[in-house]
C-alpha cells in the first residue's frame, strides 16, 4: 500500500489545506490587523469582514508568498485593495433633498467626568502592590491575555489569574472609587 503524497496539484485539489503557520500568524497578528481595518471602515463589523476577506486572500496566496517577513505589508495591501474594491462597486444610497434631517443629539459623557474618573481609578492602581499593578497595567492598560502577561513577568498564567483577581477585589474595596461605583 503507498502513501499519498500532497503535491501543489493534488493541494489545489483539496478544498482546505491546514497551514499551521498562517494560523499561527492570524493569531499573533490579528489584533493589530483588525486595528488596521478598523481604521479602513465606518464600523467594526465592516472591519472585520474587510478583514475576513484579507485573510481569506492572503490564505489562498500563502504558498507564492516568498518572504513571510513582509506579512503584514502583504496583508494591509490586501486590506486597501479589497476595501478600494468595495468602495468603487458600492451602491449610492443618498439621496437629494429639500432640508436636511436634524441629527437627534445625545448628551455624551461629560470629559471632566470621564478625567475625574481617569484620576481616580490610577490613583487606586497605583495603591497595589508592585506586582498585583503590573499585572493590572499589562491585562487592562495594555490589553495583553493572561498568557502574554504571564509570558512577560515570567509567571504562571494561574499565577496572573489570581493575582488579578485580589487586585480587582482591593479595587472594588477601595473608597475614593466609592462615588463612582
Not at 465606518?42 to 508568498?65: F, H, M
Not at 508592585?130 to 509570558?151: H, I
Request: with cysteine; net charge neutral.
Amino acid at each position: 500500500m503507498t502513501t499519498p503524497v500532497c503535491t501543489s496539484a493534488s493541494r489545489a485539489a483539496t478544498p482546505y489545506h491546514a497551514y499551521s503557520s498562517f494560523s499561527s500568524y492570524v493569531r499573533a497578528r490579528g489584533p493589530v490587523l483588525l486595528r488596521t481595518a478598523r481604521s479602513l471602515t465606518a464600523n467594526a463589523s465592516d472591519a472585520e469582514d474587510l478583514l475576513q476577506t484579507a485573510l481569506t486572500k492572503t490564505y489562498v496566496a500563502w504558498d507564492r508568498i516568498e518572504d513571510h517577513r513582509a506579512l503584514d505589508g502583504y496583508v494591509r495591501r490586501a486590506l486597501l485593495n479589497t476595501r478600494t474594491s468595495q468602495w468603487r462597486k458600492r451602491k449610492v444610497d443618498e439621496f437629494a433633498c429639500d432640508e436636511l434631517p436634524e441629527p437627534e443629539i445625545v448628551p455624551g459623557p461629560d470629559p471632566a467626568d470621564q478625567q475625574v474618573l481617569h484620576d481616580a481609578m490610577w490613583r487606586a492602581v497605583m495603591k497595589l502592590p508592585d506586582r498585583q499593578r503590573a499585572m493590572v497595567v499589562l491585562r487592562y492598560y495594555e490589553d495583553l491575555s493572561e498568557a502574554q502577561t504571564a509570558e512577560v513577568l515570567g509567571v504562571s498564567v494561574g499565577t496572573v489569574k489570581s493575582a488579578v483577581s485580589r487586585a480587582l477585589g482591593k479595587l472594588r474595596e477601595d473608597p475614593e472609587l466609592e462615588p463612582i461605583r
